[in-house]
C-alpha cells in the first residue's frame, strides 16, 4: 500500500461510525431514524410512519407490506455525512418474529442506540436485544422517548433502565415536565435548558436556548416543573457515577437523552453524541486471526441479503460489513467458502432503497453487492485470504408450516421465491430427505405472514401455508473422536436412520425435526456421537452459549 494510501485509510477508519437503531416495537425507533437523517442532511421532507394514506412513507421503510401495517419488517442501511464524520445507520425490525434479521445486523456494527418509549419503560424486546449486545460488549445509547406525553416519572425510568439493563446510567439530558407542560431538556454537559417547540417538521437548529442550568429565568418561566427537574438533577447527580469512556466503550455504561423524535426534539443531542462518544471500527476476530480495520488487504462479511429491493428488476442485494482495507470497485475478489472469484462494478451505497453507484469504501462501511445466488450469509470477501468470521447466528426455528402453491402451474415461481427469501434469512426453508412438501421454520408467526404476501406480491405466486406438525428443531453434526471420515459415516448412519424426520436448510446442512422435547432427549440418549445443535453459525456449526442466553 502506498504511504498515501495507508494514511488516507486510516483517517477515513477513523471518520466512520456505524451503529444500528434497537428498541420494542412502537417505541419510536423508525421515527428516530427518520429524524436523523434529517438533521444530517441526507434527506429534507420526513415522512410520517403513521400516516398510511399519505403519499409519504418513512424512508427507511420500503417494502409494500411495511407500508401497508406501519412496521419495520425488515432491516435497512442508510449512510449519511454529518460533522465531517461518515455514519452508517441501520434502522432494524422491532417485532419479535423479526429478532434474527436484528441479531445479524448486530455483528455488523459497532454501537447501538436504543429506544425507549418513556410511557413503557423497559419492555421484552429491549432486554432481548441489549442481550446480544451485551455479549458481544457493544456500546449502547440510550434515547427515552415520547416525553411530550404522559409518561413515567424520569426517576422512575432512570432506576428501571439501571436495574433492568444490569448496567450504569449517565443522564447527558434531563426533562422538564412531561405531556402537555413538557418543557424542554437540562443539556447538563453544555449547562444549558433547550426549549421544546411541537410540531416541528424540518431540521432548523433554531430550538430557543437558555444559557446556565441555574438561570433565574427558567424558574419564571417553567415554575415547579424546573424546580422539580433542578432536584431531580441534582439526586441523579449524586447517585450516578460519572460518565466512563472505557466503561461505556465495554458496554457497561450507557449515556441517556430524552426528548421527543416525532417533534424533531432531543435528536441533535443524540445525533452530536453518536460523532463524538461511538467508536470508529475496531478490529474483527476471524477464525484464523483477528482482523484489523486498517490492514492493506480489502477483507469484508455478508451480514444480510434482500431480494427484490427493486421490484422492476428482481435484484438481489448481499449487504457487506467491510471489516479491512480499502474497497474499489472492480476489483478481485474471492469467496472464502467456495474460491469463487467476484469482480463487482455496480457494488452501491444506500439511503434505504435508494441507492448510488459506489466507487469506494473503508472499514465501517456497508456495500451492496448485486449477485444471484453467489454470495450466502455469512460469506467472507477477501482480496485472496482464506479468512472466516464468526459469530452470524442462524437459530433453530419454533414454529413450523408446510408450504404448498395454490396453482401447480406457478410451482417453479414458489421454489424460486422460497430459495431467495431463505437466502435472505427471512424465513427458514427445509427440504425433507425423504421427499415431501417444503417445510418453513420461523420465530413467529408474522414472519409466515410476510412470507406469504411477498410471494404473491413479489413473485406472483400465490402459496397454501399450512400447519406442520414439527416443535423442535436441531442441526446435527458428528464428533467421533477417530477422524473426518469416521464422522462423516455416523452421520450418514444417523440420517439414512431417521430421514422421515430430517430436512436440509438452505446451505444444505441437515437438522432434524421433532414434534415434543422429549424425543429430543431420547434421540440424544441413543446418538451419542451425534451433537444437536440449537444455533446454527455460517463458518460450520458453532454453538455460540453467549447468544443463546
Not at 424540518?202 to 427537574?229: C, K, S, T
Request: net charge negative; with cysteine; proline share 5%.
Amino acid at each position: 500500500m502506498l504511504p498515501d494510501l495507508a494514511t488516507r485509510t486510516a483517517s477515513e477508519v477513523r471518520r466512520r461510525r456505524t451503529f444500528a437503531i434497537i428498541s420494542h416495537p412502537d417505541a419510536g425507533k423508525t421515527t428516530l431514524t427518520e429524524k436523523l437523517l434529517l438533521f444530517s442532511g441526507a434527506i429534507q421532507i420526513a415522512g410520517s410512519v403513521k400516516a398510511r394514506k399519505a403519499s409519504r412513507h418513512a424512508t427507511s421503510d420500503w417494502m409494500e407490506i411495511e407500508k401497508q401495517r406501519g412496521i419495520s419488517v425488515a432491516s435497512s442501511v442508510m449512510q449519511m455525512e454529518y460533522r465531517g464524520s461518515v455514519i452508517n445507520l441501520l434502522d432494524t425490525p422491532g417485532h419479535q418474529d423479526f429478532s434474527e434479521d436484528t441479531y445479524r445486523v448486530l455483528t455488523a456494527v459497532d454501537a447501538a442506540l436504543m429506544v425507549i418509549d418513556a410511557a413503557n419503560g423497559v419492555e421484552p424486546q429491549t432486554r432481548r436485544l441489549l442481550q446480544v449486545c451485551r455479549a458481544r460488549g457493544t456500546p449502547i445509547l440510550t434515547f427515552v422517548n415520547k416525553m411530550d406525553r404522559e409518561v413515567k416519572a424520569p426517576l422512575d425510568l432512570f432506576d428501571e433502565i439501571e436495574r433492568e439493563l444490569g448496567m450504569g446510567v449517565v443522564p447527558f439530558t434531563w426533562p422538564v415536565g412531561m405531556g402537555k407542560v413538557f418543557g424542554g431538556v437540562l443539556d447538563l454537559r453544555r449547562d444549558q435548558m433547550r426549549v421544546f417547540a411541537p410540531g416541528e417538521q424540518r431540521a432548523g437548529g433554531d430550538e430557543e436556548v437558555i444559557e446556565g442550568l441555574h438561570n433565574p429565568v427558567l424558574a419564571a418561566r417553567f415554575g415547579m416543573n424546573y424546580e422539580q427537574a433542578e432536584g431531580e438533577v441534582q439526586l441523579v447527580r449524586e447517585a450516578a457515577p460519572a460518565f466512563d469512556e472505557a466503561a461505556f466503550l465495554a458496554g457497561r455504561q450507557t449515556p441517556m437523552f430524552f426528548g421527543s423524535a416525532i417533534n424533531n426534539f432531543g435528536v441533535q443531542e443524540v445525533l452530536d453524541a453518536l460523532v463524538d462518544l461511538a467508536p470508529p471500527p475496531g478490529p474483527k476476530p476471524a477464525l484464523q486471526r483477528t482482523v484489523q480495520p486498517v490492514e492493506e488487504k480489502f477483507a469484508g462479511v455478508v451480514f444480510k441479503i434482500q431480494a427484490n429491493m427493486d421490484p422492476a428488476h428482481r435484484d438481489r442485494i448481499a449487504f457487506v460489513r467491510v471489516a479491512a482495507g480499502h474497497f474499489e470497485r472492480g476489483m478481485r475478489l474471492k469467496v472464502a467458502r467456495n474460491g469463487k472469484e467476484l469482480r463487482p462494478n455496480t457494488v452501491v451505497s444506500f439511503l434505504s432503497q435508494r441507492r448510488e453507484l459506489l466507487e469506494e469504501a473503508f472499514a465501517g462501511d456497508i456495500i451492496g453487492i448485486p449477485n444471484h445466488g453467489v454470495l450466502q450469509l455469512g460469506d467472507t470477501l477477501t482480496e485472496g485470504e482464506a479468512l472466516q468470521f464468526t459469530g452470524l447466528p442462524f437459530f433453530a426455528p419454533e414454529m413450523f408450516r408446510s408450504v404448498e402453491v395454490a396453482d401447480p402451474l406457478r410451482t417453479k415461481q414458489l421454489r424460486a421465491g422460497l430459495t431467495q427469501l431463505g437466502e435472505e434469512g427471512a424465513i427458514q426453508v427445509f427440504r425433507p430427505v425423504a421427499g415431501g412438501v417444503l417445510l418453513l421454520g420461523a420465530v413467529g408467526q408474522l414472519q409466515f405472514e410476510v412470507v406469504a404476501h411477498r410471494l404473491e406480491h413479489e413473485y406472483s405466486c400465490k402459496a397454501r401455508i399450512t400447519p406442520a406438525r414439527y416443535n423442535v428443531a436441531r442441526w446435527v453434526t458428528c464428533d467421533t473422536g477417530e477422524g473426518a471420515a469416521a464422522d462423516e459415516r455416523e452421520l450418514k448412519r444417523f440420517i439414512d436412520g431417521n430421514s422421515h424426520r430430517v430436512a436440509l436448510d438452505a446451505v444444505d446442512a441437515p437438522c432434524v425435526l421433532l414434534e415434543y422435547a422429549g424425543e429430543l432427549r431420547a434421540m440424544q440418549e441413543n446418538w451419542p456421537k451425534i451433537r444437536f445443535h440449537a444455533l446454527r453459525e455460517h463458518a460450520g456449526l458453532v454453538f455460540q452459549k453467549q447468544l443463546e442466553g
